[in-house]
């Protein structure tokens, strides 16, 4: 049982985040989809967690239920949410729509279908600052806009603020969406592929604009991302999630440069090296992911695992315990033991190269 908060409080003293063991289900004509199987990290203020898995690991359906995003009525929710003290899990949609954009925000993967392609950029900045400053009128919103714009690094934001998001490159849409999502100063950020289809000198202008609001605002910020090069350009802290579950966490440092879990070492395999041999071949992680209707049993992860077998038959029966990996704030569900992922880890995995 998740013990309950008895009054919302904003102390510096606790995350600004917290979710606690959260369930996302969604119903559809073929199956009950179990999206998210309890799930649970927080964040502090100025500090940035990246949440990393292949497509379907869930990684985007936390961030969504954070900002209750999930249409409700298709929608088993279960768990809590903290933020800023205040479980939001279970407020309703007025309740919560009062909270997104002013205590809490996010930045969708792909601003062209985010924007609204009829309506100016300066128009839809100053509609998500007069959501939250009804008293506002036009001229305050319009120089709210236009301060955000420049802050975000659009040239002569007093003019581009009344042109159209097709008007505007990949990147620079991105900016638009920055500045949509911080203009109300909110303590939380979700970022969900802020930097997908970007050519690589935007993403790493993106990275540095969240990384230096991020220092101005102090904001807690969630990333949401398949790129090992991003997260370790950013993150604080890493959640590695599987089958909807995660299967290791800790510092960047922890999971980046001493992971524990096979999943893991596949995904550090995959990533290209600057430095080895150019006509090497990737690694990648062998067969699928596996479909959220019907998870195998014991350890989702044991099917494309090749050590599965040296686990005496726990992976194929057994969910494994998130358990400590040996340093403080490491934790790996894996049902080898420490000194096996260790012997394994070295015999093949240590040489690969650190993403960054």
Known sequence: MVPPVSAPERSRSQPYLMVRDLTVRFD??????RAVNGVSFSVDRGRTLCIVGES????????????????????????????????????????IRVLRGRSM???????LSALHPYYTVGRQVMEAYRVHHPSAGRKQARAQAV??????????????????PHEFSGGMRQRVMIAMALVNNPDLLIADEPTTALDVTVQAQILDLLAELQAEFNTAIVLVTHDLGVVSQVAHDVLVMYGGRTVEQGSVEQVLRHPRHPYTWGLLASVPSLHGDPDAELVPVAGSPPSMIDLPAGCAFHPRCGYADATGGRSTTEIPELLPAGAPGHVVACHLSEAERER?????????EVPG
Do not use: C, W
Request: charged share 30%.
């Open 147 to 164: 301060a955000m714009l420049g802050r975000v690094g659009i040239p002569r934001p007093e003019q581009r603020i009344d042109r159209y």
């Open 56 to 95: 379907g690991s869930g990684k985007s359906v936390t961030g969504l239920a954070v900002l209750g995003l999930h249409n409700p009525r298709r929608t088993r929710l279960g768990g809590q949410i903290l933020v800023g003290g205040r479980d939001v899990a279970g407020l309703d949609e007025e309740q």
């Open 344 to 352: 394994l880890y070295r015999r093949d995995v240590a040489r690969t």
């Open 105 to 111: 925000a996010m930045i969708f993967q792909d601003p």
């Open 28 to 33: 559809t004509e073929d199956g009950v989809v």
